[in-house]
């Protein structure tokens, strides 16, 4: 019987196992022009003994940036001080992609050093607020992306993908998941386009599939992961009925061939089976829980096929030995939330590990 413990082969990359510390936005990218510190690399080194680290959100252009503090990917000194992480974790043993995350409509203005307008697939504002460094702000209305503006932004993360090989990335994650760009394009709420890149499902899914197409042209389909979240309501998308937009995305990736499909699990389990079962790579699962991080009670859906690997979000923050403590039942580091975006060390390299 397969278990979580076991190596794996994802795409020709071995992994000693298949835990995946998830990305998860921090929001402590304060070196020069939004770049890992030295605090970043000892984060992510720390938590080495993954399957498969990936990275918080990384921002492939200064547009695509919708929070203070997250880093980036489209600049040399970013490229050097990733390099730093990249070189830490495989000396420590580990695997590493980083996750290429275009905001879209989630950010403001003033997040932006250039004072940029956040775009969309559609000129729809999302309700509610969003964070900013001079506290919540009302979301504005996105520019609409236009054909010239949604091939520059392909392009970018065509670029920042290059940018992840030259900084030491194993590979990279699309984001296309919690109500960002990509997913902005995929939901009928924020996507009313009539042109070829929106109305039925064929339109909503182009921008995902022409993205994943020429990262993976550039860096190598091997080196390729998307992540999704079917009916997930994060960025006040609305997709009441998932299932058929989701299969139409699977059915045109198919011959791309990325090599792992992140399924963050919002809807039900069938429709996570059915993708399962349509996805001819290997599936990461975050799975769904209620009122608490998934745990060890999520390991048997390696065991029983579900998914190839399972990705932890919050328990991995805590938790930075966090393959021993599942093999061993715990116990676990509680996470702070209050120390969940910016700050200093604590509730970020401070976690303590078990004692050999």
Do not use: C
Not at 93 to 101: A, Y
Not at 312 to 326: E, H, I, M, V
Request: negative net charge.
């Amino acid at each position: 019987m397969t278990t979580a413990f076991d190596p794996i082969d994802l795409a020709g990359l071995r992994l000693a196992n298949r835990i995946v510390m998830a990305p998860m936005t921090r929001s402590r990218a304060y070196g020069p022009g939004s770049s890992p510190t030295e605090a970043v690399v000892a984060y992510y080194a720390q938590r080495a003994s993954a399957g498969l680290i990936i990275t918080e959100g990384t921002q492939p252009s200064p547009a695509g940036q919708g929070y203070p503090d997250t880093p980036g990917l489209h600049s040399e000194e970013q490229i050097a001080a990733w390099r730093r992480v990249t070189d830490a974790v495989h000396s420590a043993g580990g695997r590493i992609f980083v996750q290429l995350m275009h905001t879209g409509r989630i950010g403001h203005p003033s997040v932006s050093a250039h004072g940029l307008v956040p775009v969309s697939a559609s000129a729809v504002a999302p309700k509610g607020r969003i964070y900013t460094a001079a506290g919540p702000m009302e979301y504005v209305v996105p520019r609409a992306l236009d054909e010239d503006g949604i091939q520059r932004t392909i392009a970018d993360h065509v670029s920042a993908a290059r940018n992840a090989v030259r900084a030491g990335f194993d590979g990279v994650e699309v984001h296309g998941a919690n109500g960002y760009l990509v997913h902005q394009f995929l939901a009928p709420n924020s996507n009313l386009r009539t042109d070829a890149w929106g109305g039925g499902h064929e339109g909503r899914i182009r921008f995902a599939v022409e993205l994943v197409r020429a990262v993976a042209d550039a860096i190598g389909a091997h080196r390729t992961g998307l992540r999704i979240s079917p009916g997930n309501p994060l960025g006040d998308i609305d997709e009441p009925e998932p299932g058929p937009t989701y299969l139409a995305l699977l059915r045109a990736l198919e011959p791309i061939g990325p090599a792992y499909l992140h399924l963050t699990e919002s809807a039900d389990r069938a429709l996570t089976l059915e993708l399962r079962k349509r996805f001819g790579g290997a599936l990461i699962l975050n799975a769904r829980t209620e009122g608490r991080p998934s745990g060890p009670e999520e390991l048997t859906l390696i065991e029983d096929g579900t998914a190839d690997m399972l990705s932890y979000g919050a328990l991995f923050l805590a938790n930075p030995d966090l393959p021993r403590r599942l093999r061993s039942g715990g116990p676990f580091n509680a996470p702070d939330r209050a120390t969940f975006y910016g700050g200093d060390e604590r509730g970020y390299t401070d976690y303590p590990v078990l004692e050999a």
